[in-house]
T-cell receptor
Framework: GAVVSQHPSWVICKSGTSVKIECRSLDFQATTMFWYRQFPKQSLMLMATSNEGSKATYEQGVEKDKFLINHASLTLSTLTVTSAHPEDSSFYIC????????????FGAGSRLTVL | GNSVTQMEGPVTLSEEAFLTINCTYTATGYPSLFWYVQYPGEGLQLLLKATKADDKGSNKGFEATYRKETTSFHLEKGSVQVSDSAVYFCALSKLPAAGNKLTFGGGTRVLVKP
């Protein structure tokens, strides 16, 4: 079946640094990927929709300059948390859909970011 | 806007017990409804879905029926196993207009003890 890989699975960084999280579709081409954020004991909140070759569409309240999304190929989308602060500590999850109209989503295992 | 409310966990059960996780939603029109499961250390996996009123989704012994009159999509399993221990998320999407943008409930952690 379809597999989405996220890397790194966890990362610790100092406040003020930038962190990049990769989301790869391993055995299919993903025209659209979604980035979610999950706070402890809370639900997944959609941050942005990433379309290959075009700018990401951000949800209301999500700072696009803070969370840079690049979907440069049909198998890779990246989320960069710029100038990270402790409040950015969270679990980030990506999902990808195939472009075959099946409307099936495959999720990555998530990346836990801790900002000191 | 759209929203999903599900019962808070954790839910602790003994093996072979009956499991129910309540889920209600708020949405305009006719959303599609989903249950996702997240096993420890893994990504979310689609468990089952229903795309119109009165549809019943089922998979791995789990069932949920799309009830438009009560705006609910409760998840049930008649006899749980230890391997069912996971976090379960109820979600909706407004396919096809909104593509696969999902609105999730808060998740319910289920722990099944031998």
């Amino acid at each position: 079946g379809a597999v989405v890989s996220q890397h790194p699975s966890w990362v610790i960084c100092k406040s003020g640094t930038s962190v990049k999280i990769e989301c790869r579709s391993l055995d299919f081409q993903a025209t659209t990927m979604f980035w979610y954020r999950q706070f402890p004991k809370q639900s997944l909140m959609l941050m942005a929709t990433s379309n290959e070759g075009s700018k990401a569409t951000y949800e209301q309240g999500v700072e696009k300059d803070k969370f840079l999304i690049n979907h440069a190929s049909l198998t890779l989308s990246t989320l960069t948390v710029t100038s990270a602060h402790p409040e950015d500590s969270s679990f980030y999850i990506c999902s990808a859909e195939t472009g075959d109209g099946a409307n099936v989503l495959t999720f990555g295992a998530g990346s836990r970011l801790t900002v000191l | 806007g759209n929203s999903v409310t599900q019962m808070e966990g954790p839910v602790t059960l003994s093996e072979e017990a009956f499991l129910t996780i309540n889920c209600t939603y708020t949405a305009t029109g006719y959303p599609s409804l989903f249950w996702y499961v997240q096993y420890p250390g893994e990504g979310l996996q689609l468990l089952l879905k229903a795309t119109k009123a009165d549809d019943k989704g089922s998979n791995k012994g789990f069932e949920a029926t799309y009830r438009k009159e009560t705006t609910s999509f409760h998840l049930e399993k008649g006899s749980v196993q230890v391997s069912d221990s996971a976090v379960y998320f109820c979600a909706l999407s407004k396919l096809p207009a909104a593509g696969n943008k999902l609105t999730f409930g808060g998740g319910t952690r289920v722990l099944v003890k031998p």
